[in-house]
Nanobody, 115 residues
């Protein structure tokens, strides 16, 4: 069982920045990938950014050039640096880890971007 603990959400004005952190209880070299998903009010949970074990990074088009996913293998932590935030970035951000066919989720952290 992988435990994921997120931090870093909050309220920010449009154009501002936030950094989310997700610490894994498992060595991230045992994980196939880690990523961040976003769920807006009344919407489904969608992938925002992902980094694989091999270091491949993918972003959803709407955050390309504004968000950066990175990892610190010594701390078993993945980060999401979010710049130039927009109101449509508002939502609960969930950390995700994949091992083979299993998905593990954090508790979620709320990001609110005011216009």
């Amino acid at each position: 069982q992988v435990q994921l603990v997120e931090s870093g959400g909050g309220l920010v004005q449009a154009g501002g920045s936030l950094r989310l952190s997700c610490e894994s209880s498992e060595n991230i070299f045992f994980l196939n990938s880690m990523g961040w998903y976003r769920q807006g009010a009344g919407k489904q949970r969608d992938l925002v950014a992902q980094i694989t074990l091999g270091g491949r990074i993918d972003y959803v088009d709407s955050v390309e050039g504004r968000f950066t996913i990175s990892r610190d293998t010594a701390l078993n932590t993945v980060y999401l640096q979010m710049n130039s935030l927009k109101p449509e970035d508002t939502g609960v951000y969930f950390c995700n880890a994949k091992i083979l066919r299993s998905d593990y989720w954090g508790q979620g952290t709320l990001v609110t971007v005011s216009s």
